[in-house]
């Protein structure tokens, strides 16, 4: 299998090019921190490095309890592992940024983090420092190239969350997910692989970092092994025609009341 290569951000830390989110282990998915520790043992197994977590999942305990017992078995060394955690939205008020900060730390056990992230809502247009990294939705129906040229102008790193284009949200719809393009599966049967790993590819070829999410080792197995293989320019383009734009958005701010009204928005 391939290494993870990384890239360097300008902070100068070195993030790795593949991610593994832990956004639906849990609370959320009803999981006892055991059970979250299992999937976090099998996805250090697999070779994932990269941990994106956040206050707000309420599993920042839990993953760092298992980081804990991979770096004090020898297992790992700290400075190998790239976690991200983010700002709970109920502490976006600058004074409360460092306790916030404290929080999730104690809560990894950890006594720093390689990345912090502002959760919601605030974006790139209020910044008053340059960030080093924007992680949002991307996938090959939703590819934000606007955004994109933006960010490879100014240096800062894309991560992508849901990659695979939050297949769950497909559920009584009559939506195609784009696991199920044809286009997708016509390149993944001639590649003899899956339709996850050539939307993963394609996104890694366009410098975009994927946080994948599974708690099974083959689909975890398979996300990684998305690094041993190369689209040709020919299936880059096929893919990059599939581009909805914001018709193929499944995450939206506009939930929140009155959102509109803030006075930051779009944010």
Not at 190 to 207: E, G, I
Not at 211 to 233: C, G, P, V, W, Y
Request: net charge negative.
């Amino acid at each position: 299998m391939a290494p993870v290569p990384s890239r360097l951000l300008t902070s100068g830390s070195e993030i790795p090019m593949l991610g593994f989110g832990t956004g639906t282990l849990g609370v959320r998915s009803k999981q006892t921190e055991e059970e979250v520790m299992e999937v976090l043992d099998t996805a250090l197994e697999c070779g994932y490095r990269h941990f994106d977590t956040a206050y707000a999942y309420s599993n920042e305990a839990a993953i760092g309890r298992s980081l804990k017992k991979w770096t004090s078995q020898g297992k790992v060394k700290r400075e190998d592992l790239f976690i991200t955690t983010k700002l709970s939205p109920d502490h976006n008020r600058e004074a409360d940024v460092a306790m916030s900060l404290q929080k999730s730390l104690a809560n990894l056990g950890l006594s720093y983090v390689d990345l912090y992230l502002v959760h919601f809502p605030i974006g790139i247009t209020v910044c008053k420092v340059k960030p080093a990294v924007l992680q949002v939705e991307a996938n090959a129906y939703f590819q934000e190239r606007p955004l994109r040229t933006f960010c490879q102008e100014n240096n800062i790193a894309l991560c992508a969350y849901s990659p695979l284009g939050s297949p769950y949200k497909h559920s009584g719809s009559d939506q195609t997910s784009v696991l199920n393009d044809p286009v997708v599966e016509e390149v993944a049967a001639r590649l003899h692989k899956t339709p996850a790993q050539v939307l993963l590819r394609f996104l890694h070829q366009l410098d975009i970092i994927p946080i994948t999410k599974s708690a099974s080792r083959t689909h975890q197995l398979e996300n990684i092994q998305m690094l041993d293989f190369q689209l040709s320019a020919e299936e880059m383009e096929r893919f990059t025609a599939l581009d909805k734009g914001e018709a193929a958005r499944k995450f939206s701010i506009h939930f929140l009341p009155n959102i509109e009204n803030h006075p930051e928005f779009p944010f």
